[in-house]
C-alpha cells in the first residue's frame, strides 16, 4: 500500500535583491547541467529552450559570489558546462535546506492541518449543505 502524497508543498527560493537567485527549477537545471555536460543538453533534458537555460545559467552566475556553471566555448564538436566547485557547494546547500524544511514541515502542525483538509474540492459550496443565511 503507497502512503497517500502530502498535501504541502514548499518551494524554497534564495533572493538576490529582487531576483531568484535559487528556487527548485533552478537547482533542477543545475542537476541537469551535471549529467548532460552541457547548457542545450540540460535544457533539452528539462524541456526547456537554450534560450531560457542560458538565461537562467547567466542570472545565477550573476547572483552568486562566484559563477556556478562554468562553459567552455564551442568547437566542431560543440561546447560544454559544468559546475563550478561553488556551484556544486550551492547546489548541495540547497538541497540539504529543503530537505530540512521539508522534514521540518511534516510535524505536528502538518498534522493538525491534514486532518482538517478534505481530499477534494467540493464541486460547490452549496454541496456542503449549509445554508447560506
Partial sequence: MTA??????????????DAIAMGPGKADLLEAIAAEGSISGA????????????Q?????NRCWAAPLVETSPGSARGGGARLSHEG?????????LQAALEGHAAGAELASLESKLRTRPL???????????
Fill in 4 to 17: 497517500a502524497p502530502s498535501p504541502l508543498k514548499l518551494k524554497l527560493q534564495i533572493l538576490c535583491g
Fill in 43 to 54: 535544457g533539452r533534458r528539462l524541456g526547456m529552450s537554450y534560450r531560457r537555460a542560458w
Fill in 56 to 60: 537562467l545559467v547567466d542570472l545565477m
Fill in 88 to 96: 556544486a557547494d550551492v547546489l548541495a546547500a540547497y538541497r540539504a
Fill in 123 to 133: 464541486r460547490s459550496q452549496a454541496e456542503r449543505g449549509e445554508s447560506a443565511d
